[in-house]
């Protein structure tokens, strides 16, 4: 057994841990797949700084260390070729947190904020509780590829529209977009003066070797003006319960507007926050690397077994560990119950405005992706 295997294939047993995941089937015998969040310890460097607080027995307010906001710039310029200034960091309590913010910072009561749907739902319900317009344009299917369609965000643009948000990597179609891809909707933004809100949380799981994720941010000056860039180290390296999450603005006004909108509104992070993002980014990246073959593996299994089961159907994750899968030619009304009866628990497509899918957890050990599959092949396969 490799090395790899041995670290991630460890089943921990999270029933009766007030884990949000786990907890939802406490007393049943369903298998949660469904909220984004991986069943892998996190890496020893992350748990020896989680030690050192502890130990050291005080609790009180915390700012970033400076050494955080050199890593993130570092591990930007190196990573992701983005070369940014310490300035341009704003520290939140959440990604979904960004999200809100973004839409009642640059957008007022009566003004619209577009999104392609389907679309990890926040997008949609951060929108409505600011009494925002929303304005929801489909994913287009193209070569087995999720991609944005042009032509309807064109044409469904009106006076109103002031924020556009945008999921890259895509949760839940798991699209990587390109280049020419992003380029092309900062042409149509910019020209509107239309602010983009780029969710990139999951730039650091590419399942797929040949795709490269590019911060739309980075595509030239204009770009990176009327940009507001969301980004955390927490669905990459299973922190997210400890909500450290920034935004990347390097535009001065959009930067003050959002950080005025924040004040008050947000709490301050703890030290377990900060220290945890600064141990992932600056200690782990043998640990990521050791994840990302692991979830290829998994992704394939996925991959392999859906194939053979009747009237589902998914194309190739780009990246993300959240499979969508479609299951409308069964017939089945209401998927999600008809999984948790067969003994998995999956998001149901509808909360992503994704009628008749479904999107699967695969972050979790092997032998228990087995037995998820396992499980969803009797569901639906009424050959065995």
């Known amino acids: ?18 884990s949000y995941k786990w907890d939802r089937y406490t007393d049943s015998n369903v298998i949660p797949a469904w909220v984004a969040d991986m069943d892998f310890r996190a890496a020893p460097p992350i748990l020896e700084a989680m030690q050192r607080i502890t130990d050291h027995g005080l609790y009180g307010y915390a700012h970033a260390p400076a050494a955080l906001d050199f890593v993130v710039v570092e591990r930007l ?34 003004e619209a904020v577009m999104t392609p749907v389907p ?45 556009f948000l945008l999921c890259n990597p895509h949760n839940p179609a798991g ?15 910019t020209a509107r003066g239309i602010v983009i809100c780029s969710d990139e949380i999951h730039c650091d799981l590419i399942i797929d070797p040949t795709k490269t994720h590019l911060s739309i941010a980075t595509l030239n000056e204009a ?8 980004l ?55 640990w990521h690397a050791q994840l990302l073959t692991y979830l290829r593996a998994n992704h394939q299994l996925l991959l392999d077994t859906i194939a053979t089961i009747p009237n589902l159907k998914m194309v190739p994750l780009e990246a993300t560990y959240l499979a969508w899968i479609d299951a409308r030619a069964t017939g089945i009304t209401d998927v999600a119950k008809h999984l ?10 509808t909360g992503f405005d994704g009628a008749g899918f479904f999107r699967l957890n695969i972050a979790c050990p092997r032998p228990t992706l087995q037995e998820i599959l396992k499980r969803i092949r009797h569901a639906f396969d009424t050959t065995v």
């Not at 057994?1 to 841990?17: A, L």
């Not at 977009?177 to 149509?188: M, P």
């Not at 770009?223 to 969301?230: F, G, R």
Request: net charge negative; glycine share 6%.
């Open 77 to 110: 310029k190196t990573q992701h070729q983005w070369h940014i200034k310490p300035e341009w960091i704003v520290w939140l309590p959440g990604l979904v947190p960004g999200l809100g913010l973004s839409v009642r910072a640059f957008t007022q009561m009566g």
């Open 175 to 189: 699209t990587v977009f390109t280049k020419q891809e992003l380029q092309q909707l900062v042409d149509i933004c």
């Open 119 to 163: 679309v990890y739902y926040p997008f949609m319900t951060e929108t409505r509780a600011a009494q925002r317009t929303l304005q929801k344009v489909p994913l287009k299917l193209e070569d087995e590829r999720w991609t944005l369609d042009f032509e309807t965000i064109e044409a469904s643009i009106t006076p109103q529209t002031k924020l």
């Open 232 to 286: 955390s180290p927490s669905k990459t390296f299973n922190i997210a319960g400890l909500g450290g999450s920034f935004a990347v603005i390097p535009n001065d006004a959009l930067r003050a507007t959002f950080t005025q909108t924040k004040a008050g509104l947000m709490p301050m992070l703890s030290a377990y926050s900060y220290e945890a993002a600064l141990a992932a980014y600056r200690d782990c990246a043998h």
């Open 340 to 349: 948790e009866t067969a003994g998995v628990g999956v998001s149901d497509g």
């Open 1 to 18: 057994m490799t090395t790899t295997s041995c670290v991630f294939d460890e089943i921990i047993d999270r029933r009766h841990t007030n």
């Open 223 to 230: 770009a990176a003006q009327h940009t507001i860039t969301l």
